[in-house]
């Protein structure tokens, strides 16, 4: 079965500490990436996308994910954490032909100022 | 553009009441969908839409209905309130990015408990 994995439930880092989150995906085909972010309160917002192209993707807020083909990976990155970027976080796949996602269980992030 | 509306934000009901949970979009997308968010389960897809008139069924259909009447519109129907459909749910909509993808835009959430 098609499964999206995130390695993390909740990850504790102080301001200024780098952050990655580990995402693996289980699917056969040529597959679409995303990472999503949900602030305290509020909904999904697209933090950065992989449809094709240069493997690292760079998004909003300083984000950036790299996709790794052999791997079934796509981690997201950022060198320096804010507070403000406590938050859970979502990594979601979809195959190239198709346009349903498949979530992974989140990461929550919490950044101690 | 408001983007993607949900209504209510909040609702409490009781076990075997009915409610619709309301969802608008002002992009034009063809595509809409309905989530439901359980803590540590990530969202799971209970159904989605293809245009207007045109829906079917996602992960976990079971215990709701939709209908697709305009490409705005896309609500969702609870019959029968059972306390596993206490949820965060969320409605989305998505367009083709440049032919290569859909990117789906989420709304701001219903928080559903049944009691």
């Known amino acids: 079965a098609q499964s999206v994995s995130q390695h993390n439930h909740h990850v504790i880092l102080s301001e200024a500490a780098s952050l990655e989150l580990g995402c693996n995906y289980s699917y056969g085909g040529t597959v679409n990436l995303f990472w999503y972010v949900q602030y305290p309160g509020q909904h999904l917002q697209l933090l950065l996308k992989?449809?094709?192209?240069?493997?690292l993707v760079k998004g909003i807020k300083g984000f950036e994910a790299e996709f790794i083909k052999s791997k079934f990976s796509f981690n997201l990155r950022k060198p320096s954490v804010q507070w403000s970027d406590t938050a859970e976080y979502f990594c979601?796949?979809?195959?190239?032909?198709?346009?349903?996602?498949?979530f992974g269980a989140g990461t929550t992030v919490t950044v101690r100022a | 553009n408001a983007g993607v509306t949900q209504t209510p934000k909040f609702r409490i009901l009781k076990i075997g009441q009915s409610m619709t949970l309301q969802c608008t979009q002002d992009?034009?997308?063809?595509?809409m969908y309905w989530y439901r968010q359980d803590p540590g389960m990530g969202l799971k897809l209970i159904y989605y839409?293809?245009?207007?008139?045109?829906?079917d069924k996602g992960e976990v259909p079971n215990g709701y209905n939709v209908s697709r009447s305009t490409t705005e519109d896309f609500p969702l129907r609870l019959e029968l309130a059972a306390p596993s459909q206490t949820s965060v749910y969320f409605c989305a909509s998505s367009y083709r990015d440049r032919g290569r993808g859909e990117t789906q835009y989420f709304g701001p959430g219903t928080r559903l408990l049944v009691l």
């Open positions: 992009m034009n997308h063809n595509y």
């Open positions: 979601a796949v979809t195959l190239s032909n198709d346009y349903k996602l498949s």
């Open positions: 992989y449809f094709s192209g240069d493997p």
């Open positions: 839409s293809v245009g207007a008139g045109i829906t």
